[in-house]
């Protein structure tokens, strides 16, 4: 069976405390969009900081590609996936090197094509410097936006099977988000992509829709009918 799957899965951050997390059970299908949905505190970070193998489960399976997460090298695993979140740190070096941090080998024509994916290359292409630009602290301040776009670089450039993207473009006008998000759909056509967002229409765009709710799942389906249902 291919794909992320979670079967009964149930962690507590602290024990004796309530379960951030509760018998959660969903997939994550191969080479598909899913949605992933929930009020704030419902389990989602929570959700993503067990993907990044940040902790384990207490209880329950998380499955990638048949095979229990636990029994998958680490760095095998980290190496397939990348995560694009809504707050980005920037470094003090060049475009390229921030962008470079996420791939030490990325040649300068894989970090060109990650920000054109991303939909930031227009704005570097209009720097007087472009690639060498320095930002961070003592270089040119980037808005929210272009931020999040920079981060967003960052994790195409790794060219992951597995992309998460945790309200990664909240700083985005809905149609920038909508547009760098095909893009970046088209890019990674056949991959699995985890989609955190808030936004109606990003979810309607999905292949696959996970609601959770205090940490259970509420629904799991089409759009069509989780959003039904909802
Ligand atoms: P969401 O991302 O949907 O907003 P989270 O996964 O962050 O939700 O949170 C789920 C639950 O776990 C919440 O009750 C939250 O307070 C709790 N929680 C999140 N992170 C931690 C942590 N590091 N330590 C203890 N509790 C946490
Ligand atoms: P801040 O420095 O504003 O508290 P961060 O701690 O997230 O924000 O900053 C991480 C790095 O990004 C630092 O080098 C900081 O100077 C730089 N930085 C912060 N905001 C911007 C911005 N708007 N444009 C470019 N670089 C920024």
Same mark, same amino acid.
Request: aromatic share 6%; no cysteine; hydrophobic share 40%.
């Given at each position: 069976e291919d794909g992320i799957s979670f079967r009964n899965v149930t962690f507590r !951050?602290? =024990?004796?405390?309530? %379960? =951030?997390?509760?018998?959660a059970t969903f997939d994550i299908p191969a080479g598909k969009t899913t949605a992933l949905i929930g009020a704030s505190g419902a389990g989602k970070t929570t959700i993503v900081n067990l993907l990044l193998r940040l902790y384990s489960a207490n209880e329950g399976d998380i499955r990638v590609d048949g095979r229990s997460i636990e029994d998958v090298r680490r760095t095998d695993w980290l190496g397939m996936l990348a995560i694009a979140g809504q707050d980005v740190d920037l470094v003090e070096g060049t475009v390229i090197e921030n962008v470079r941090?996420?791939?030490? $080998? &990325? @040649?300068e024509e894989e970090v060109r094509q990650a920000l054109r994916v991303a939909g930031i290359s227009e704005v570097v292409e209009a720097? %007087?410097?472009? !690639?060498d630009t320095w930002v961070g602290q003592h270089g040119l301040r980037f808005s929210g936006g272009q931020r999040q776009r920079l981060g967003l670089a960052r994790a195409v450039v790794r060219n992951p099977k597995f992309l998460i993207l945790d309200e =990664?473009? @909240? &700083?985005? $006008?809905l149609a920038l988000e909508e547009s760098i998000r095909r893009t970046i759909q088209l890019q990674f056509k056949n991959r699995t992509l985890l989609l955190i967002t808030h936004r109606l229409e990003s979810v309607r765009d999905a292949d696959h829709v996970v609601w959770i709710e205090n940490g259970r799942v509420r629904a799991e389906g089409p759009p069509a009918k989780v959003l039904v249902s909802r």
């Open positions: !951050y602290d =024990a004796g405390t309530e %379960p =951030a997390l509760l018998d941090m996420a791939k030490n $080998d &990325a @040649s720097l %007087p410097d472009k !690639y =990664a473009m @909240s &700083a985005l $006008d």
